[in-house]
């Protein structure tokens, strides 16, 4: 059984490192093969996070588990404390962060049980926090390719290793919801050439390239929106119903990409805001420095 605690930021750092991080989405509240676990309550400078973080071993590599909607799925994407879940994985020393999504399918020839590889996303969110920065602090990350491609490389190899039928790139678009779109918005996204169709990734990837942080998503496809002539809507049981076969895939793969992570990371999302950064240090006020203390650190 793992054990329940809670810690403050400086002792998550430095007790409880992880390399990776993965977030789990809808369907997928735990991740199995983790051994040597415990769970672990850690508070950030913009809150809690989504849930505890389950820290283990997985095919020998250190790795932190986050339910991204919360364990029993109590969270809507619009309530999820994004700034809080990244700043937490940057707390416990991770570099790289897998997203795992249900999403809905904008083309015929992306099926439900399939596996997509998120290399472009479209932001129509509304309401959402998307920045660290702020508050006397202006910097400008470079987003043009917003996911990191050596993750991305990985978990497209993993999922073709694990006999899944991946698609290694495919452009997310990211709605605000909760509601599933219209059909006219559905024909719209489908004329646009979108490819899939979700309420979450997009505000973590912006979050994750600001923290220096590897990020990449494996989007389940789990049904054809309401475009599709064969299904005249989306409801929540359909989707979680076709998560639930797909558990396994999403498990097995998240197995495999672990276990083949290069040790170095050859990308620059490790370096991103070395020329982001706009503003003089000198005149960042104290306590926007000590918020951002784990992004900062090697720029003060």
Same mark, same amino acid.
């Given at each position: 059984m793992p054990k329940s605690g809670s810690t403050n930021p400086k002792r998550a750092a430095r007790k409880s490192q992880a390399g990776i991080g993965i977030i789990g989405g809808s369907g997928l509240y735990s991740m199995a093969g983790l051994t040597d676990t415990r769970?672990? =309550?850690?508070?950030?400078?913009?809150?809690?996070?989504?849930?505890?973080?389950?820290?283990?071993?997985?095919?020998?590599?250190?790795?932190?588990?986050?339910?991204?909607?919360?364990?029993?799925?109590?969270?809507?994407?619009?309530?999820?404390?994004?700034? =809080?879940?990244?700043?937490?994985?940057?707390?416990?020393?991770?570099?790289?962060?897998?997203?795992?999504?249900?999403?809905?399918?904008?083309?015929?020839?992306?099926?439900?049980?399939e596996f997509l590889v998120v290399d472009q996303f479209v932001d129509r969110t509304k309401h959402r926090v998307s920045t660290f920065f702020g508050a006397g602090l202006v910097a400008h990350v470079t987003f043009d390719k917003p996911t990191c491609p050596q993750l991305s490389a990985v978990l497209a190899d993993s999922g073709v290793h694990c006999s899944v039928k991946v698609h290694r790139k495919g452009t997310y678009?990211?709605?605000?919801?909760?509601?599933?779109?219209?059909?006219a918005e559905a024909s719209m996204h489908r004329q646009l050439n979108f490819d899939v169709i979700g309420m979450t990734n997009v505000t973590e990837a912006k979050l994750a390239r600001e923290a220096e942080l590897c990020y990449s998503s494996i989007a389940m496809i789990t049904d054809f929106d309401c475009w599709h002539p064969g299904h005249e809507s989306v409801t929540g049981?359909?989707?979680?119903?076709?998560?639930?076969?797909?558990?396994?895939?999403?498990? /097995?793969?998240? /197995?495999?990409?672990?276990?083949?992570?290069?040790?170095?990371? !050859?990308?620059?999302?490790? !370096?991103?805001? /070395?020329?982001?950064?706009?503003?003089?240090?000198?005149?960042?006020p104290a306590p926007t420095k000590k918020r951002l203390a784990a992004i900062l650190a090697k720029y003060l």
């Open positions: 769970e672990i =309550a850690i508070k950030t400078p913009f809150g809690d996070p989504s849930d505890k973080f389950v820290l283990g071993t997985l095919e020998g590599e250190r790795v932190a588990f986050l339910a991204r909607h919360a364990r029993g799925h109590r969270i809507l994407p619009t309530e999820i404390n994004f700034r =809080a879940n990244i700043y937490a994985f940057k707390l416990l020393g991770v570099e790289r962060v897998i997203s795992v999504s249900a999403v809905g399918s904008l083309k015929e020839s992306l099926c439900p049980g678009v990211c709605i605000e919801g909760p509601q599933f779109s219209t059909l049981a359909q989707i979680m119903a076709t998560l639930a076969q797909n558990a396994e895939n999403a498990q /097995r793969v998240l /197995r495999q990409a672990v276990k083949e992570m290069p040790s170095d990371r !050859s990308c620059k999302c490790g !370096s991103a805001l /070395r020329s982001a950064i706009i503003t003089d240090l000198k005149l960042v």
